[in-house]
């Protein structure tokens, strides 16, 4: 879950002689704490003067190393915490009571086609800017989070030391049908932990007791994708859903939302700059309701996926007793009671989802 996490600890009292000295620069030094197998590190900024230390990077890849395509559950968070301030000569209630600023909240999900024909499908994430990187990343950036859902396979083997090896490794196991889709959602600073009711979490302490509340924030921000998909017109439409759903067949689903706003705007007039952000999250709702009314129950689409993670966070529950499964479940569905869950490690069953 916790991927990436800079943690700032106040009156740091430990020594760096597990760490290699990188650079300095007047009172500020740089180090690396590597891992055992040295493929990945944490980044250690101590400034002598203030007597603080900024600890950055993927703790998941410094504990479970750079090709692992684990997780860390709220098992092996605490043991990873543990080690590292056993690693810097510190107290855990000195680690526990480092400041969290920023973290990454990810998983890697088994899915039952290649990514890359996923990815390109996954057009909206509440009204944050897209991008989209060789066909292999797609993300959304917000002024103060972030949602990056990446070809995880070839993200390790395009970043891995190890070479030709990993590479063929992954490739095989790519050709036995196992896809791996990376899904991790990123708070950049504190502002966006507050505007996810998660304020409560301001320490490394307060993640360890909280871990369960991060897989319910992720599955409630999964709820919020939207994928494309094919619409298949049906005798039954009525002439505005045809219309729409051609306006979206022709734009595509997130441009024929904002086009149909500014025609709905111009010809309202009850539309104001003070209800503005209403008026387009009724649209938008308007235009969705009648693309998944009609959207492709063949295709790879978003019940799919929420099946695939259903599947990955069944086989989660099994290691980490922690998580509330049901809730989990019900996020992903937006809070519908609409699931009928089996819950064993590779079974799922779905009431209307498809």
């Not at 599955?219 to 759903?245: A, G, R, W």
């Not at 009724?282 to 689409?301: A, G, M």
């Not at 996926?305 to 992903?332: F, G, M, Q, Y």
Request: charged share 30%; net charge positive.
């Amino acid at each position: 879950m916790i991927d990436s996490v800079k943690i700032k600890i106040e009156n740091f009292t430990g020594k760096m002689d597990n760490c290699e000295f990188d650079y300095s620069y007047k009172n500020i030094f740089i180090y690396q704490l590597y891992n055992e197998s040295r493929d990945s590190s944490l980044k250690l900024i101590q400034n002598t003067s203030k007597n603080s230390l900024v600890i950055i990077n993927s703790l998941r890849k410094w504990y479970l190393g750079e090709t692992s395509l684990l997780d860390l559950n709220s098992k092996t968070f605490k043991k990873a915490i543990l080690k590292l301030s056993k690693l810097l000569g510190i107290s855990s209630v000195e680690i526990c009571n480092g400041s969290v600023t920023q973290c990454e909240i990810g998983l890697n999900v088994k899915v039952r086609i290649p990514c890359e024909k996923i990815i390109p499908k996954i057009c909206k994430y509440s009204s944050l800017k897209r991008y989209e990187y060789d066909g292999e990343t797609v993300g959304f950036l917000g002024s103060n989070k972030e949602l990056k859902i990446y070809h995880k396979c070839q993200e390790i083997t395009a970043n891995s030391q190890k070479g030709i090896s990993k590479f063929k490794a992954f490739a095989r196991l790519q050709e036995k049908g196992n896809y791996f889709l990376r899904i991790e959602f990123t708070l950049l600073d504190k502002q966006s932990f507050e505007q996810h009711d998660l304020d409560f979490i301001r320490t490394i302490g307060d993640i360890a007791t909280n871990y369960s509340v991060l897989y319910e924030f992720w599955t409630s921000q999964i709820d919020k994708v939207i994928m494309s998909n094919i619409i298949i017109y049906e005798d039954n439409m009525t002439p505005k859903e045809f219309l729409i759903s051609i306006g979206i067949d022709h734009l595509g689903l997130n441009k024929f939302i904002k086009e149909y706003y500014k025609i709905k705007s111009k010809s309202s007039k009850t539309i104001t700059t003070k209800n503005k952000a209403t008026a387009k999250s009724k649209v938008t709702k308007e235009v969705l309701d009648i693309f998944h009314k009609f959207e492709s129950r063949e295709e790879y689409n978003k019940n799919k996926l929420r099946t695939d993670i259903a599947k990955a966070l069944i086989r989660i529950k099994s290691k980490d007793e922690s998580i509330e499964l049901p809730v989990l479940i019900r996020n992903l569905w937006g809070g519908t009671n609409d699931i009928q869950m089996i819950n064993t490690k590779d079974t799922i069953i779905e009431g209307n989802s498809y």
